[in-house]
């Protein structure tokens, strides 16, 4: 059985294996690292751990289970959440939050759900007609603006839809790529 502790941020809910026992930790490079008086700790995935408290502000819940990964792609990258602001765009219209550095793993996410067996998943999900919501700054005066990236330069009417409602449609990329397809739709 895994156990996982459950924590929570905008855009989603992440989890960290949670240890409560030396006997979990036998054959790992935290064996002779973590020792009793440690316990308990979550892994945080990158080669770390630290003390685990339920009083952690982000801490949502324990979580025991035979499966891999405790959460749905939907609970890790809300899907269609009311605040979105990064993530992707489905050619659907459906959104998956993500945070200003987690494209990749969402991507890998949403691949491992619609595209198993992908090798490369942001391409793949470009190629798929995807579209990647993304922080982007212009260089010179230091502002972030939302930006629309499109690997087919290709837009569905859903897509431009829910690009309306979450305040992107006048972006000049999206405006350049509903010209070039609503003829289409």
């Not at 499109?150 to 409602?165: E, R, V, Y």
Request: glycine letters at 8%.
């Amino acid at each position: 059985m895994n156990k996982f502790a459950i924590y929570k941020s905008e855009t989603g809910l992440y989890y960290y294996e949670y240890v409560d026992n030396l006997e979990q930790l036998k054959g790992t490079v935290f064996e002779n690292i973590v020792t009793e008086d440690k316990l308990p700790v979550v892994l945080d995935g990158s080669g770390g751990y630290y003390k685990f408290t339920e009083q952690d502000f982000c801490f949502v819940e324990l979580v025991e289970t035979e499966k891999k990964c405790p959460l749905s792609l939907e609970k890790m990258f809300f899907k269609n959440h009311k605040n979105f602001k990064l993530g992707w765009l489905s050619p659907e219209g459906d959104t998956y939050s993500c945070s200003y550095t987690g494209h990749n793993k969402a991507a890998i996410a949403i691949c491992e759900k619609y595209f198993p067996k992908t090798a490369l998943p942001e391409r793949t999900l470009g190629n798929a007609g995807w579209l990647k919501i993304i922080d982007s700054w212009d260089g010179t005066e230091r502002q972030h603006g939302q930006f629309v990236y499109s690997m087919t330069g290709k837009i569905t009417k859903a897509q431009a839809d829910k690009l309306f409602d979450i305040g992107l449609y006048y972006n000049e990329e999206v405006q350049r790529m509903i010209e070039d397809c609503a003829d289409n739709w």
